[in-house]
């Protein structure tokens, strides 16, 4: 088995130890918490790089349906030129796998004395470590190269924190976690008979745009940012939204178009988006837990419903194997970088 496949088989088993972990008594303290602010609720400031950054979307999306304001902010936009928008009731939680990027190293540098930071990374001996006022470690273990494990328990670390910050009891969201570990296993359990037609329609495709709505947002973007390292494709990740407002020009049989629809808000509007690009020619990669009668120029891959918006723990999954797959059928070695580091220490 090779590195990426083994971190991502690790998955199941990882969110189990952090689900173990968070449901103990004082593992996100709500009196330390609270003094990291001047105001109960805060203004709620997730930011981060790459996987970091995409992790907090489903976080974002609880706290705003409980009435708290929350923004997810790309790491090196907020140090150069949001800085000011931090104040004393705001909650900065900072995301970093290795907590020593360049972006956070200059945040932290940047940071006004009265900021307080919240981090949630996996090196517990990090910069980002040593100057946080409260640590949430992500406890995923060794990670070797792209993000696959610290992502998923990016996520889970991150709804855990959202359901303390919200003041709401904990057993709904263990329980949603459980399911998308079952849901996690039986996926890679029936990998060799799941895969094959998926890549087989996928197909080395010149251009892939990933969409969704929401929080399955957090899918779209972690997955093409996985087809980009792991596969070399050119990935683009869209809000389906968006992708109406123009990008639809571009659709042409040849592309791939990944849609992520599930049960929610908007999951009628995504249905009816990937009908309408299989009408104009463009072939359609669903993943989705409703009922879409429609096969030709779809590959329809039917999902378990998944509450909290926690679908990308388990979407996720499915396109991690893609890209690994996709990979392996252009010669590629996956996972391994060629230009870019596993930590980024260059803005």
């Known amino acids: 088995m090779s590195e990426l496949l083994d971190e991502i088989s690790q998955q199941p088993a990882l969110l189990l130890g952090l689900r173990k972990y968070y449901t103990s008594p004082g593992a996100i303290p709500l009196k330390g918490l609270k003094k990291l602010v001047r105001r109960w609720p805060p203004t709620v ?115 855990y924190l959202a359901f303390a910050i919200a003041g709401k009891p904990s057993g709904p969201l263990t329980q949603e976690l459980m399911c998308a570990v079952e849901a996690q296993e039986r996926i890679l359990e029936r990998r060799e008979e799941l895969m094959p037609p998926i890549v087989e329609f996928f197909n080395r495709p010149p251009y892939v ?59 009628k509007l995504l249905l009816k988006l990937a009908d309408d690009i299989r009408k104009s020619g463009g072939r359609v990669l669903l993943f989705t837990d409703l009922p879409f009668e429609h096969p030709m120029n779809v590959r329809v891959i039917r999902l378990e419903h998944m509450r909290l918006g926690l679908g990308t723990l388990v979407d996720s999954v499915y396109i991690q194997l893609l890209a690994y797959d996709a990979a392996l059928r252009a010669g590629l070695d996956p996972g391994k970088f060629k230009i870019a580091e596993n930590v980024t220490r260059e803005e």
């Not at 409980?66 to 997810?72: N, S």
């Not at 946080?132 to 990016?154: D, F, I, R």
């Not at 494709?233 to 869209?238: D, G, S």
């Open 45 to 159: 400031v997730f930011t981060g790089m790459g996987s970091s950054l995409f992790a907090a979307y489903p976080a974002q999306a609880y706290l705003t349906e409980q009435g708290i304001r929350a923004l997810v902010w790309e790491t090196a936009e907020l140090v150069h030129h949001h800085l000011k928008f931090l104040g004393p009731d705001t909650l900065l939680v900072v995301v970093s796998r290795s907590g020593q990027t360049a972006e956070v190293v200059r945040l932290l540098k940047s940071l006004p004395e009265q900021a307080r930071v919240l981090a949630v990374t996996n090196v517990e001996s990090s910069p980002l470590s040593k100057c946080a006022n409260l640590l949430l470690p992500m406890m995923a273990g060794p990670q070797a190269g792209v993000a696959t494990k610290t992502y998923t328990c990016s996520v889970a670390v991150l709804m």
């Open 209 to 267: 745009a990933l969409m969704s709505r929401g929080a399955d947002l957090a899918t779209a973007y972690q997955g093409a940012l996985m087809l980009k390292e792991v596969a070399r494709l050119a990935a683009e990740p869209i809000s389906a939204a968006q992708f109406r407002h123009g990008p639809m020009e571009i659709i042409d049989s040849n592309h791939r178009y990944i849609l992520f629809a599930r049960q929610g808000k908007t999951a």
